[in-house]
């Protein structure tokens, strides 16, 4: 397995891995999650890639050849008054997981794991000193992931209700 970062060559097979992805959650909570239309989906995520970021990492895990999995981070500078704020977190520099999502066919071999090993790495190396993620907390897929393969606790419950 090689890591490394996204190029716009990735586009479409991280399109796929996507809606995979989207499925899933779908699948779990029609009404909170949905598949993105497959129609400019590739595009949309070409222009991210492209768009250079000095405090934003795209990676792509790679097996034989294909694309098996991507990950985003991004640095989240501490806020400006966090010495007024509860929340001791919000006085560090951390690193925020946007996605993570492996393809089907390459599930439970690791490659998620491989992409948060150097996710966090890239992070500590701009300074971060904690990293978030966000999850449905009905995930059969990624409450497992997070909390006994990658060793994160839950410190917060987000709570929704429709009007």
């Known amino acids: 397995m090689q890591i490394r970062e996204a190029r716009p060559a990735d ?3 991280l399109a796929h891995i996507w809606r995979e992805f989207a499925r899933h959650y779908a699948e779990i909570d029609p009404d909170a999650f949905r598949v993105p239309e497959e129609e400019g989906l590739a595009e949309w995520i070409d222009t991210g890639i492209r768009r250079s970021e ?5 990676l792509v895990a790679e097996i034989d050849g294909a694309v098996a999995g991507f990950a985003v981070g991004v640095i989240i500078e501490p806020v400006e008054d966090a010495e007024r704020q ?3 977190d919000l006085g560090r520099r951390r690193l925020g997981i946007d996605a993570i999502a492996t393809a089907e066919a390459f599930r439970r071999r690791g490659v998620a794991t491989a992409l948060m090993q150097v996710l966090e790495q890239w992070g500590r190396d701009r300074g971060a000193v904690v990293v978030m993620s966000e999850t449905h907390a009905q995930s059969p897929l990624s409450i497992p992931f997070w909390e006994h393969r990658m060793g994160y606790a839950r410190r917060s419950v987000r709570f929704i209700k429709r009007l």
């Open 86 to 88: 509860l929340l001791a």
């Open 54 to 58: 000095p405090l934003r990492c795209s």
């Open 11 to 13: 586009a479409v097979e």
